[in-house]
Nanobody
């Protein structure tokens, strides 16, 4: 069973909105921190947003702060990323990630990639 399954990507015009979802069937990571990363064309994968295990603490990378909102629903074992005010530079493959053993924001932001479980990615394309 795939542990993290993303959905919600697509094509949107600049200024528009999308909501990404990341389902964790079985709730394997319900008690751990989770987050979102993205890989823009020709660039390395970068951190976007993180949320602690309880859902009460969030952290964002500067380019998306104030436009994106990360949240989680423990009842549905699902992580979300609400993206508003999208810009062409937000075009990327977006990846959901979960800490294998940490509950805090730091266990996403500072974790080596091998310490995280990854989804398969979902493409977001923002046209100008």
């Amino acid at each position: 069973q795939v542990p993290l399954v993303e959905s919600g990507g697509g094509l949107v015009q600049a200024g528009g909105s999308l909501r990404l979802s990341c389902e964790n069937p079985g709730g394997t990571f319900r008690n751990f921190a989770m987050g979102w990363f993205r890989q823009q064309p020709g660039k390395e994968r970068e951190f976007v947003a993180a949320i602690n295990w309880g859902g009460h603490t969030t952290y964002y990378q500067d380019p998306v702060n104030g436009r994106f909102t990360v949240s989680r629903d423990h009842a549905k074992n699902t992580l979300y990323l609400q993206m508003n005010g999208l810009k062409p530079e937000d075009t990327a493959v977006y990846y959901c990630a979960a800490s294998r053993d940490g509950t805090t924001i730091g266990s996403i932001v500072q974790a080596p990639p091998d310490n995280l479980a990854w989804g398969q990615g979902t493409q977001v394309t923002v046209s100008s």
